[in-house]
């Protein structure tokens, strides 16, 4: 794999930094967590449902396979040579701590630098390091509350509705990826380190260059929502997902005439100036969710797929597994801890000279490496 050799210290914890180094292990990269002795990664036991995996949840299985552990403890003086070994060894480094503490634990850029000098750094924090926010936590549904995405989804008689996944720890995770992946080209080509700093609020606003560059070049009109199966604050009619008399149907953009000609709906044939898509949205979006109910989806997608128009079923995870496309992606494997325990979770998306890197092990327990690396 094209990262075979790279050493990489994992201090992260939560989700951002560790889905970091997930992506680098994937790629071919040594990865070794360190925790905290006893309780680990404070990851270990964040829930998001009742599914515990050999006394660890099922989101710290997720983001932590195929790493080693070994447990410091980063505040006691005799674990300093420890810790100063392995940074010298190392070509990278990743923390996600609130501003300050990496320096209080001997473990930010500059102590890193010292010991190592190509050493690339990555950092990840909620608001940046410096600011009125750098000290705010940096929890994924408060940083999405703060960066206005949350305007952009659901319906406009809806109050201001989050993603129900946690987008800001993973843009962010995988900004610090590319910033490292950059930083390893420079100590190659220069033998000089790098410090990478991300964080959760710029990643998400990253994450919405578009409708920004449009809210500051269209005088900085706010997002209006559909009133009814919003899908984009800013796309027009008949973008969003309809009822059907069996399932639901997702409509991308397509001409309202021809969607009208398809459906054989004659109301929608009076819009046929483009300009009224956007300025009628709610009022050619109410025609298309009546009309789409009186048949199944299966019905509305043999007209339409024939026609070559973006559209979808809209599947559950059950119906997606089931599909023989997704099965031809073989995104999922099962990998396994040294004592046996069995982890069913996916594989790494990047296919590389026509391989997908599949893992090896299971996430580790706490310390379960010290022996090759503390001794």
Request: aromatic share 8%; charged share 20%.
């Amino acid at each position: 794999m094209p990262l075979e050799g790279v050493t990489v210290l994992d201090f992260g914890q939560f989700l951002s930094a560790p889905s970091a180094t997930l992506r680098l292990s994937d790629l071919g990269a040594r990865v070794i967590k360190v925790e905290r002795p006893g309780t680990g990664d404070i990851c270990r036991t964040l829930y998001i449902s009742n599914c515990d995996i050999d006394g660890d949840s099922s989101l710290f299985h997720a983001i932590n396979r195929d790493k080693q552990s070994i447990a410091i403890d980063l505040k006691d003086p005799a674990a300093r040579p420890i810790l100063e070994r392995l940074i010298a060894k190392a070509d990278v480094m990743v923390t996600n701590f609130r501003p300050g503490v990496a320096e209080h634990l001997g473990i930010d850029y500059d102590s890193a630098c010292a010991i190592n000098p190509r050493i690339v750094y990555g950092e990840i924090t909620g608001y940046g390091k410096v600011g009125p926010w750098s000290g705010r936590p940096g929890q994924d549904l408060l940083v999405q509350s703060l960066s206005g995405a949350c305007w952009l989804n659901g319906n406009a008689d809806q109050p201001p509705t989050p993603m129900g996944l946690s987008v800001a720890d993973l843009f962010a995770g995988q900004h610090l990826v590319q910033g490292i992946l950059a930083g390893l080209v420079r100590v190659r080509r220069e033998s000089v380190g790098a410090h990478v700093c991300v964080s959760l609020l710029e990643s998400l606003l990253d994450a919405q260059f578009e409708v920004f560059t449009t809210y500051l070049n269209d005088g900085r009109k706010p997002p209006q929502r559909s009133s009814i199966n919003n899908a984009s604050a800013y796309i027009d009619a008949p973008y969003g997902i309809y009822a059907t008399a069996d399932g639901y149907l997702a409509l991308a953009m397509i001409p309202i005439p021809k969607l009208g000609e398809l459906l054989n709906c004659k109301e929608l044939l009076a819009f046929d100036d483009p300009a009224t898509w956007h300025e009628h949205r709610d009022e050619i979006k109410v025609i298309v969710a009546d009309w789409l109910k009186r048949e199944t989806t299966h019905h509305w997608l043999r007209i339409l797929d024939a026609a070559d128009v973006w559209c979808s079923d809209v599947y559950t995870w059950d119906k997606l597994f089931a599909t023989d496309a997704f099965k031809s992606l073989d995104m999922l494997q099962v990998v396994k801890r040294p004592n046996g325990t069995s982890v069913a979770t996916t594989r790494c998306p990047i296919v590389i000279d026509n391989e997908r890197p599949r893992g090896k092990v299971a996430a580790p327990i706490v310390g379960q490496d010290n022996k090759a690396f503390v001794g």
